[in-house]
């Protein structure tokens, strides 16, 4: 049971260019959700998904895209990279919502935009 | 507007005393509150969490405390080790939204 992973563990990029963080768990999860931590911000929400077919914005939704097709996987897409999105990347599965969300997270990953 | 607030950015205790981690909170529909540890170069973890009907909830060497009045809740370790020390986030569940709110977290450092 490998829980949640995430690739890549780093990454760098130009401003401009796009990519696409990996998460997938196997523990038949139906709440995925995307987290960006940045210091003195604490975990904010980018995306989060619901079930497969289903997602929705987070707190800061802008320059980032998502899709879930199946339950397993939940890619977080950048479209153009810009250096505000520099950051550390979680990505979280929970038990559905009635469980009061207690979310397993990966080990994220550290995106650096030049 | 920051709906989860931890106010202080990091705390020293000695090993062997109680750690005392704080946080308020400013949405009234919250209806769960939970703690994080998180490691460095790690994913955070869950710790404890508590309802928002209950004042107390204790689990080991981890008490949560909450004050629904004052929405206020603190984390109370004791005795504190030095594995304690790491980044703990409080979050709320915004069950109506369907998502967690975390807070800005606080860096527990424990002294030999």
């Known amino acids: 049971n490998a829980g949640v992973t995430q690739t890549p563990k780093f990454q760098v990029l130009k401003t401009g260019q796009s990519m696409t963080l990996q998460c997938a768990q196997d523990m038949n999860h139906e709440y995925m959700s995307w987290y960006r931590q940045d210091p003195g911000m604490g975990l904010r929400l980018i995306h989060y998904?619901?079930?497969?077919?289903?997602?929705d914005q987070g707190e800061v939704p802008n320059g980032y895209n998502v899709s879930r097709s199946t339950t397993e996987d939940f890619p977080l897409r950048l479209l153009s990279a810009a250096p505000s999105q520099t950051s550390v990347y979680f990505c979280?599965?929970?038990?559905?919502?009635?469980?009061?969300?207690?979310?397993?997270f990966g080990p994220g990953t550290r995106l650096t935009v030049l | 507007d920051q709906q989860v607030k931890q106010n202080s950015p990091s705390l020293s205790v000695q090993e062997g005393r109680i750690s005392i981690l704080n946080c308020d909170y400013t949405n009234s529909m919250f209806d769960y509150f939970l703690w994080y540890k998180k490691y460095p170069a790690e994913g955070p973890t869950f710790l404890i969490s508590i309802s928002s009907i209950k004042d107390k909830n204790e689990d080991g060497r981890f008490t949560v405390f909450l004050n629904k009045s004052a929405k206020h809740l603190s984390l109370h370790i004791v005795p504190s080790q030095p594995g304690d020390s790491a980044v703990y986030f409080c979050a709320a569940n915004d069950q109506g939204a369907q998502k967690l709110v975390f807070g800005q977290g606080t860096r527990l450092t424990i002294n030999p």
């Open positions: 998904s619901v079930g497969a077919g289903i997602t």
């Open positions: 979280a599965s929970s038990y559905p919502i009635g469980q009061a969300m207690k979310q397993f």
